[in-house]
């Protein structure tokens, strides 16, 4: 009903605003928080001193607050609904952009940083709850779709950033560059989003909750699907926290080739999840994650055997042309 009411009073434009601030969210919240600190993990190292504990460390603290976030933003939707919800993450994100690189401890800065990859699952959770109420059926699954691939788009704006105003930047200036950006996403969120009516709030929001155990109980897949997760991300992390290091340590690379190899990783996402998805259609899911998993251990297998720039090059579009769309298929 809401969307049938909805698309006779919703027009292209309306519907193209609607779809870039959602989009332009989801990129800004994931990509200046996990990912860019994974992308600038030497500059990051060498401004706070790290050690690679350390900084493995904080890497994980992102990823558990990314987590944690996700259990509790249900509960948070009761309580604020979709819109407040959508607001307030993406209007914090900024401040605590700016706060991670006015710390002068890594705790403050990795806690501020924690507090961004909270905010963006739970602008992501807040996305999916309001698109019922401001974006019609007709356009809600490619619009959710686009904004699915924020991550993709913003390790493409991470890198082209990067190559662009690193070498000429310190790294507060950097942080200040994108903390900029995402105050103007921000900005036109509360200016141009529109707000849905109170009574579909309710309706849409307030719905009985569902155990984790029933679930596991009637449909057993659940938890192969956890697992597969976790093992994914156990041996996708690593890749993805250490691969700006391993550039500049390793193959005494520099912030250009470093920019470089994140915009192809971002566009091989992007392309990958046309590509893959076609490939599921025709083949099967199962044979693509399997696909998917012999490929991650080809990558690594070969940096291990000969740990030169054009087989990380090489590594990293196979690595990216498969991870970012096994979510979807999982």
């Keep these: 009903m809401q969307a049938a009411n909805l698309s006779s009073h919703t027009s292209p434009y309306s519907l193209l ?3 870039f601030i959602l989009t332009a969210c989801s990129a800004v919240t994931h990509g200046f928080s996990m990912f860019l600190y994974s992308a600038l993990l030497p500059e990051v190292r060498a401004f706070f001193q790290l050690s690679y504990s350390t900084a493995s460390f904080i890497s994980a603290l992102l990823f558990i607050a990314y987590m944690l976030t996700s259990l509790i933003s249900g509960v948070l939707l009761t309580k604020l609904g979709g819109y407040k919800l959508f607001l307030f993450t993406i209007g914090l994100s900024p401040i605590l952009l700016v706060l991670a690189v006015l710390s002068p401890w890594a705790l403050g800065f990795a806690t501020c940083l924690a507090l961004v990859s909270g905010c963006a699952v739970a602008n992501w959770n807040a996305i999916v709850a309001l698109s019922s109420d401001i974006i019609p059926l007709k356009y809600r699954n490619r619009i959710l779709g686009l904004a699915s691939s924020g991550a993709a788009f913003a390790i493409t704006l991470n890198g082209i950033l990067i190559a662009l105003f690193l070498p000429e930047l310190s790294l507060q200036s950097f942080w200040f560059v994108c903390a900029a950006i995402t105050s ?10 529109p707000k849905p009516k109170d009574d579909k709030q309710e309706q849409s929001y307030n719905k009985p909750s569902i155990k984790p155990s029933a679930i596991i109980k009637s449909h057993p897949v659940a ?15 690593p890749f993805l926290t250490f691969l700006s290091p391993f550039i500049v340590d390793e193959l005494k690379g520099d912030s250009n080739q470093t ?6 990783i971002g566009v091989a996402g992007i392309v990958g999840g046309i590509i893959i998805g076609a490939l599921a259609d025709k083949f099967g899911i199962i044979q693509v994650i399997k696909l998917t998993l012999l490929s991650f251990a080809a990558c690594i297998t070969l940096l291990l055997w000969d740990a030169k720039l054009w087989v990380l090059w090489a590594s990293a579009s196979i690595f990216a042309f498969l991870y970012f769309p096994v979510w979807g298929l999982i």
């Design 184 to 193: 103007i996403i921000a900005l036109l969120s509360f200016v141009y989003l």
């Design 223 to 237: 938890i192969q699907a956890v697992l597969l997760s976790a093992f994914i991300g156990c041996i996708s992390g």
């Design 17 to 19: 605003i609607v779809c």
């Design 259 to 264: 920019g470089a190899i994140w915009t192809m």
